[in-house]
């Protein structure tokens, strides 16, 4: 069965820096269209980045663009957000989702969610 | 950036109602809208894509509509499992973006 797998958020210090990585399971990963998600505690969902299949696609927010990187490690079937610059309005917990194939790609859309990864960004 | 407002933020209904949401964008995305459900501690989950394409495993009570700027999530009989917050999402243009949900609460 399709599983994506959050790790790396925790506690960290304006200014500083983490690493988050989403592993994927149950399908073929390099097929897939991938995008970063979060959310503030309390909060609504906003969307981070997007990633193509191939990684030669990338979109970001403005609210993270020049901060956060997104990539892909398609052989180790592993998603990446490395974020730098950490504010404290970046405090969420961020999802990795996979886009749409239903007869066809819908890359923008998110049939698979990851359960979450919290990063806090605190003094 | 594309702007999504939902209405109502929230709402109070009883099992066996029928319950409509409604997501205006701020310009025109054809038919390029999701609508996703979360329930507390989880991560959406997918229930309308393409404004009115039911995902797979989702039950047939849960239907979408609309096109252009104006959308709506209708489930025609409450069950006790749909009470959770909705978002809507465009995906017709990057920023993608969420509306800021809708809350559904048991009456």
């Known amino acids: 069965q399709v599983q994506l797998v959050e790790s790396g958020g925790g506690l960290v210090k304006p200014g500083g820096s983490l690493r988050l990585s989403c592993a994927a399971s149950?399908?073929?990963?390099?097929?897939?269209?991938m995008s970063w998600i979060r959310q503030a505690p309390g909060k609504g969902l906003e969307w981070v980045s997007y990633?193509?299949?191939?990684?030669?696609?990338?979109y970001y927010a403005g609210s993270v663009k020049g901060r956060f990187t997104i990539s892909r490690d398609n052989a180790k079937n592993s998603l990446y957000l490395q974020m730098n610059s950490l504010r404290a309005e970046d405090t969420a917990v961020y999802y990795c989702?996979?886009?749409?194939?239903?007869?066809?790609?819908?890359?923008?859309?998110?049939?698979?969610w990851g359960q979450g990864t919290l990063v806090t960004v605190s003094s | 950036d594309i702007q999504m407002t939902q209405s109502p933020s929230s709402v109070s209904a009883s099992v066996g109602d029928r319950v409509t949401i409604t997501c205006r964008a701020s310009q025109g995305i054809s038919s390029w809208l999701a609508w996703y459900q979360q329930k507390p501690g989880k991560a959406p989950n997918l229930l309308i894509y393409?404004?009115?394409s039911l995902q797979s495993g989702v039950p047939s009570r849960f239907s979408g509509s609309g096109s252009g700027t104006d959308f709506t999530l209708t489930i025609s009989s409450l069950q006790p499992e749909d009470f959770a917050t909705y978002y809507c999402q465009q995906a017709n243009s990057f920023p993608l973006t969420f509306g800021q949900g809708t809350r559904l609460e048991i009456k």
């Open positions: 149950g399908f073929t990963f390099s097929d897939y269209y």
């Open positions: 989702a996979r886009g749409v194939y239903n007869s066809g790609w819908y890359p923008y859309y998110f049939d698979y």
């Open positions: 990633i193509s299949s191939s990684g030669g696609t990338i």
């Open positions: 393409g404004a009115s």
